[in-house]
Structures are given as C-alpha cells and as structure tokens.
C-alpha cells in the first residue's frame, strides 16, 4: 500500500513570499490532516478534513495560511505571505474515519526555511 | 490549545532497561494514541488505546489509561538502541470537533 506522499521535502524562501505544499493521502481515507512542527516541539494541527469538509481550522492563521483538498482526495497548504517563524516541518497525515480519529499515517513532511 | 502533554524530561537509559513515560490532557477523550518519530522522519502510531480501556500491550509496548486521572503511561520493556526517538501521545476528543492533537512529546536515548 503506498503511504502519504508529500512534496517537496525541502524548501527554503525568503519573508514575504508565499509558498503551496501538497499532499497526497492514503487512497480512501477519509480524514486528512496538517500538521506544523517547530523544531523540538509537537505537531500542532492546522487543520483537519473530513473527505472535503473541514472538521477542524482552529489554530490555522487563516490571515496568511489556507488550505484546500480537491475533491476529497489531494490537498494544498498555501503560506502568504511567509514570515520567520513560519520555519518548520509540515506534517501531512492520512486516516480512515470512523465515529472517531483512527491511526494517523505520515508522510515524511517538508521542511520549510523562511530567511 | 494542545491536548496531550507529555513529561518534559528526556530519558536516557541504557539498552535492556525499560523506559516510561507519561501524558496527561486536559478533556474527555475518544482514545489516546502514541506515535514514535525518529529524527528527521515522519510518526509512526504505535498504539491505540480505547476510553473504556485501562491498558493494552502490543509487543515491548504497554500502555495505561487512567481516565479519572486524565492520564496515560507508555512503557517500553528491553529497550533497543533502535527505540531512541521522540515519542508523541494524541487524544481523539469529542469536544473540539473531533480532533487529533499532540503533546509535546518525550525525547527518549537508548545508550548500547
């Protein structure tokens, strides 16, 4: 079974600029996740899908920071303007959906560098 | 604000010897999960453990849920150079929309 692709896995940019990062879940899982991590602290949800709802944005900075998934399958985060502490690895992550969150599957992220 | 909030220390400890480590959240919950991430990779869900279940083992693996308390422990017994990693719990509340939120995680060095 392939995993969570993810691309890229490395991109570094200036402040100011905008960058889009993609993911491409478990096919048929239902639930797709973003995830940002700061060097040397838990993965923080930006934002939670349920085929192409969104169950959960609460901690997205929706000032700068959007995200969509194309017909309940792949999906984009978009950072606009970046600034510096937008640095950090971003997690995509897939799962089958039940009533509840079931095992969350990775992808390897992309780390971002903001300068 | 972040379900799952893990004891902050590292632990090093030297191979064979087990390893334990703590979570706390704040709300009712779903389930609790723990994930392992090794440096520079992505997470890997180890195990899932159910509201109404008190422990459940998978393997070297071994975790309580203690739901009056609001807490979960991981132990991993004989431990391997390979288990050095940052270990992550998450909780699945029903408040919150349903969510699956991290703590901070636990930075664990198995020493050969």
């Known amino acids: 079974e392939a995993g969570v692709a993810q691309s890229p896995r490395y991109k570094i940019i200036e402040k100011r600029q905008s960058v889009a990062f993609w993911c491409n879940p478990i096919s048929g899982h239902a639930t797709l996740y973003w995830y940002q991590q700061i060097l040397g602290q838990g993965p923080k949800l930006l934002i939670q899908?349920?085929?192409?709802?969104?169950?959960?944005d609460s901690q997205l900075p929706k000032d700068r920071f959007s995200a969509e998934r194309l017909k309940g399958v792949d999906s984009t985060l978009k950072i606009q303007p970046a600034k510096l502490e937008d640095s950090a690895v971003y997690l995509c992550a897939s799962s089958l959906r039940g009533r509840e969150n079931t095992e969350a599957f990775f992808g390897q992220g992309t780390r971002l560098t903001v300068v | 604000s972040q379900q799952g909030e893990e004891d902050p220390q590292a632990l090093s400890i030297q191979e064979g010897e087990n390893a334990t480590m703590n979570c706390s959240y704040k709300?009712?919950?779903?389930?609790l999960q723990w994930y392992r991430q090794n440096s520079g990779r992505g997470l890997v869900h180890l195990i899932l453990i159910r509201s109404n279940e008190r422990e459940k083992h998978s393997g070297r693996l071994r975790v309580t849920l203690d739901t009056s308390k609001k807490s979960s422990s991981l132990l991993i017994t004989a431990s391997r150079a390979a288990d050095t990693a940052s270990y992550f719990c998450?909780?699945?509340?029903?408040?919150?929309?349903?969510?699956?939120?991290f703590g901070k995680g636990n930075q664990v060095v198995v020493i050969p």
């Open positions: 709300t009712s919950i779903n389930n």
């Open positions: 899908f349920q085929n192409n709802g969104v169950v959960d």
């Open positions: 998450a909780t699945d509340s029903y408040y919150g929309n349903n969510r699956l939120a």
